[in-house]
């Protein structure tokens, strides 16, 4: 929102200085985002009329004219191609300073003298659009008045970034409402006296959505009078707002939308086949939108049409051929309420963003229609001498916002402000923004909500406005007070932070990704799921949540390798997400790659590549965290993006928590990635969840070892054996190790030989040789039953 300090302080005018108003302003939600001089510092530039124009005796471009200040004639050379007899201009006279620290001498131009210069609006620097060549004045600009003082140029033009909740402020009205409160001063609503019709033509209007628009006003005005430039002081006041002056109706609607806060629309009502109908659009119906633009327009969008096409885009943009044209001799006048949600994101959808549309999503007053339509009627009456017919309305209560009133405590008040407000001071502050106040009991009111803060609904909005009001800076600084007692801390938990710091200390370093990624990609590595799909994704290659961390870390593998960085290790924390909306699982998950040589390049180290067992010992180091590395088992398990031979699931008792393996060839030539790639994932919940250590003494006797050589099948699993062997072996048994694996001569094809190491002590005595005989001869029973295990000669 953007407008004029000194078209503001003809509404309400605060005893405080500009820059003490922009600061409050900001201070009370409504930043100010820049505040900028309407025009640059100059001096010594009064209104001046053109008397005469002849040729330069010795330049085609240059013209010599006589100039009157209303003292003197003054001869000036000029080559502004728009100078001619009878023109108002600015005239830069001797000794006047323009912007650039520029001073007005008495000058030869091809040796003509020139006693001054008239001036462009660039050499004045005046903000807004006034095209190129000198500045022209009205007819009625007086000769020798000061050019400052008759264009009221010590203004300033200030912007506001309002929040979305703020559409009463996207007005002047609104805004003096606002300062009037801040500053507990008056402020002058605009007049919205009843244009009483001066003849009977009317337009017929049919609302056939009433849910996207409640409210719909029409009023024909015959006999506008085009040729009648729009005076002076509004083409500023709207220029210092950012609107471009384009003829006396269009800017006559946009003064009232800037004013009031209600947008509006002229048509041509010649252009309008048998009266107004508000419809929903058919699907590729075609429309030419008053900046040229040929759009096709879907069956979402509300439109305003006649009863053979479409005329317009409700609360966006008019079309070009109904809209208004030199040649217009009445209009059809448009004033409507639309329902924020029917328009929300219309404009956008199309590669639109008007300032009608701005304030149609934000909400506009729904009450507020037949006083704009009486005051755009008041100003085409005075300034056109156009004729008014009566005003045509269909509303529908049923499909109108309702206001429901608030309850306000003052122990609410104190509680959330942190301070005691006085009941004269409440009332004062929300009377003051129109709000209707009403004494209940003591310490509470009834509040009652008018139509313009349609973001008041609950009594923490109401206590918002009061701290606002109040100024931030007032209240006071309280901490808060609380018994506040230690919280438990589960010793058995391990920490992220140490996860990440052994993982640092094996050579990794961490990894953030987004959460989004592409959708190919997602179906590379799940293509058996289906990704939840974003609906407003930041861009095509982050449209989908991610189901694993796999893919940002590979793609940062691969922002690394185009690099030249061969050798790397990476992991990241963060969420992944499976299923959809309703059913969406959001896990918090642990996951690492490594790629390249095993070491560093190094004069003392070796050359060879990182395999699937140097992921496994990363993987067993973190594990080991928990203080029972014995619970978690290794089994190998197929995963879509993983090799075949080469993956494996972690798990722990009878909970899955994850996968390790090498990333898949084809999925590697796919990514264009030529170098083994091995991967981990784990589930943080389950690897959190450590062991609570406890003192056990040191047994004084000593151990005894025995070492089992056993040959099975090849396809046996060395972690299932292994944990039917630790089942039988006692309780006594305080090692159990897997020292060798072999395969060939001597082992038949097909099988391999295990060897194992198996240690007991007790704690109290010393073990015999029957007891650990007893202890093998039930090992090798049962592996011999369950694995076809036989014992390596």
């Known amino acids: 929102m953007k407008f004029s300090e000194q078209w503001l302080r003809t509404l309400v005018n605060p005893p405080v200085s500009r820059d003490e108003l922009v600061a409050r302003l900001s201070m009370a939600g409504l930043e100010v985002e820049e505040v900028t001089p309407v025009a640059g510092a100059f001096s010594g530039v009064v209104v001046a009329e053109v008397l005469s124009v002849e040729p330069h005796p010795d330049a085609d471009k240059l013209r010599v004219c006589q100039v009157s200040n209303a003292v003197q004639t003054l001869q000036i050379v000029c080559g502004a191609p728009n100078v001619r007899a009878g023109l108002k201009v600015p005239l830069a006279q001797l000794g006047a300073n323009l912007p650039g620290d520029f001073k007005i001498k008495p000058a030869k131009l091809r040796g003509v003298e020139s006693q001054g210069m008239l001036c462009a609006a660039s050499e004045l620097q005046l903000v807004g659009d006034y095209g190129d060549g000198l500045l022209e004045l009205p007819n009625e600009a007086p000769v020798g008045q000061d050019l400052r003082s008759y264009l009221n140029l ?25 300062v009037g409160a801040l500053y507990s001063v008056p402020w002058t609503p605009v007049s919205l006296e009843p244009v009483p019709a001066t003849h009977d033509q009317v337009c017929a209007v049919e609302v056939l959505n009433p849910e996207a628009c ?3 006003l029409g009023r024909v005005v015959r006999n506008v009078d085009l040729s009648i430039a729009t ?17 006396a109706v269009v800017d006559i609607t946009n003064y009232v939308m800037l004013e009031l806060g209600q947008p509006m629309h002229a048509f041509d009502l010649a252009e309008i086949q048998a009266g107004i109908r508000v419809r929903l659009a058919e699907e590729g119906e075609p429309l030419r939108l008053l900046d040229g633009q040929e759009i096709k327009l879907r069956s979402d969008t509300l439109v305003i049409a006649d009863h053979q096409r479409a005329l317009a885009i409700a609360g966006v ?8 044209s030199s040649k217009t001799r009445d209009v059809l006048l448009e004033s409507a309420f639309f329902d924020p949600v029917a328009i929300a994101g219309k404009a956008r959808s199309y590669g639109l963003h008007t300032d009608s549309s701005h304030r149609f999503e934000r909400g506009v007053d729904f009450q507020l229609a037949r006083h704009a339509m009486e005051r755009a009627t008041a100003l085409m009456v005075e300034l056109l001498k156009a004729e008014p017919g009566p005003i045509v309305e269909q509303v529908s209560d049923a499909s109108l916002p309702k206001v429901e009133p608030v309850v306000l405590r003052s122990e609410r008040i104190n509680q959330v402000l942190g301070l005691h407000l006085e009941s004269s001071v409440v009332e004062q502050l929300l009377t003051g923004l129109g709000l209707g106040v009403t004494l209940q009991t003591q310490g509470q009111w009834l509040i009652s909500v008018p139509s313009h803060r349609f973001d008041i609904s609950i009594e923490e909005d109401l206590i918002e406005e009061l701290g606002r009001l109040y100024d931030y800076d007032r209240l006071p600084i309280r901490y808060p007070q609380a018994r506040l007692a230690p919280t438990a801390k589960t010793e058995a938990r391990v920490k992220v932070s140490d996860i990440r710091r052994r993982l640092v200390a094996r050579g990794y370093q961490e990894a953030i990704t987004y959460s989004f990624i592409d959708q190919k990609l997602f179906a590379l590595f799940e293509p058996e799921q289906s990704p939840l799909v974003l609906a407003n994704p930041i861009s095509a290659d982050l449209a989908a949540m991610r189901s694993s961390l796999w893919p940002g870390l590979v793609k940062a593998l691969q922002h690394n390798l185009n690099r030249q960085q061969s050798r790397v290790r990476l992991f990241e924390t963060g969420l992944r997400f499976k299923g959809q909306l309703g059913d969406l699982k959001q896990e918090s998950m642990l996951a690492g790659l490594i790629t390249g040589s095993r070491l560093p390049e190094s004069w003392a180290n070796a050359k060879d590549a990182v395999d699937f067992y140097d992921l496994k010992a990363d993987v067993e180091s973190i594990l080991s965290l928990t203080g029972s590395l014995d619970a978690f088992c290794c089994v190998a398990a197929s995963h879509p993006a993983l090799h075949p031979g080469q993956s494996a699931q972690w798990w722990r008792g009878d909970q899955l928590m994850g996968y390790l393996g090498a990333l898949h060839p084809e999925l590697l030539k796919t990514l264009g990635i030529d170098q083994p790639v091995y991967v981990f994932e784990l589930e943080l919940a389950v690897l959190e969840q450590g062991t609570l250590p406890r003192y056990k003494e040191l047994s004084r006797f000593p151990e005894v070892r025995r070492d089992l050589a056993l040959v099975v099948d090849e396809q046996v699993a060395a972690g299932a054996l292994l944990e039917q062997v630790r089942s039988v072996a006692g309780e006594y048994l305080t090692a159990l190790r897997l020292f060798d694996v072999y395969q060939g001569k001597g082992i038949e094809p097909g099988q391999k030989s295990l060897a194992l190491g198996l240690t007991w002590q007790h704690p109290s005595r010393t073990l015999n040789d029957e007891e650990i005989a007893a202890c093998m001869q039930d090992i090798l029973g049962l592996v011999t039953e369950q694995f076809g295990a036989t014992l390596r000669i």
């Open 154 to 178: 010590d203004d300033v033009s200030i912007e506001l970034s309002l929040t979305p909740n703020r559409g009463d402020c996207l007005s002047l009205t609104g805004l003096a409402r606002e």
């Open 231 to 247: 005076p002076n002081w509004m083409k500023e006041r709207l220029s210092r707002s950012g609107v471009r002056s384009i003829d």
């Open 214 to 216: 409640p409210r719909y």
């Open 317 to 324: 943009m008019g079309g070009e051929h109904s809209g208004v």
